[in-house]
């Protein structure tokens, strides 16, 4: 099954990508005080997101874990608003919308069988994500032809724990990893290949 985003992805991005295959995956304001370097006080979403965005970095929201945001489509314009580039969900509902609205839109799976494999990948044909993330990173060496296959970049994440993980993620075909891992963050494509 071969899956064609709608549209191209985001240049940027799949540049930035190229060169540090490292997605940091923030959790709390603090870890974002941390990932931009900067020690202004953060209250709330719009806040974080636009210090993220002022640092130079391409900010995605996960729909699913931030509190308040949910299944309300309003949330959707209101991110773009703030400066979101992209949104992730496990939602195809939401990734859908978020495509029609312009955002970037990252399809989290959980693969933790082949059924689950299956319904995973048609969840994916139906909602066409930019960019598709799956968890756990330790399964891409038994789903490594389907994510190929599905013809949109993926990002590797769960249990992304060191240099080797993003090595072996790569290897397997990712586009990169996401991590809270903040020693993993600032990880160069050329770091790695001289490792």
């Not at 990252?106 to 693969?111: A, E, L, R, S």
């Amino acid at each position: 099954m071969t899956i064609r985003p709608k549209r191209p992805v985001d240049r940027r991005l799949l540049a930035a990508l190229a060169e540090h295959p490292v997605m940091a995956s923030l959790v709390g304001v603090e870890m974002a005080d941390r990932f931009t370097t900067t020690s202004t006080p953060l209250g709330d979403l719009e806040a974080t997101v636009r210090r993220t965005a002022a640092a130079g970095k391409i900010v995605f929201v996960n729909m699913d874990s931030t509190p308040g945001l949910g299944h309300d489509p309003g949330a959707l314009t209101y991110l773009k608003g703030i400066g979101a580039v992209g949104i992730c969900s496990t939602r195809a509902a939401i990734i859908e919308r978020a495509t029609g609205l312009g955002l970037l839109s990252m399809q989290k799976v959980f693969v933790t069988d082949r059924s689950n494999l299956h319904r995973s990948l048609q969840s994916i044909a139906r909602s066409h994500p930019d960019l598709v993330q799956l968890m756990p990173a330790v399964v891409l060496p038994y789903v490594e032809r389907q994510a190929k296959e599905l013809g949109v970049p993926y990002l590797a994440a769960g249990f992304v724990q060191s240099p080797a993980d993003v090595v072996a993620a790569l290897g397997h075909g990712a586009a990169g990893v996401c991590t809270s891992d903040e020693n993993l963050w600032e990880l160069r494509r050329s770091a790695l290949r001289a490792s």
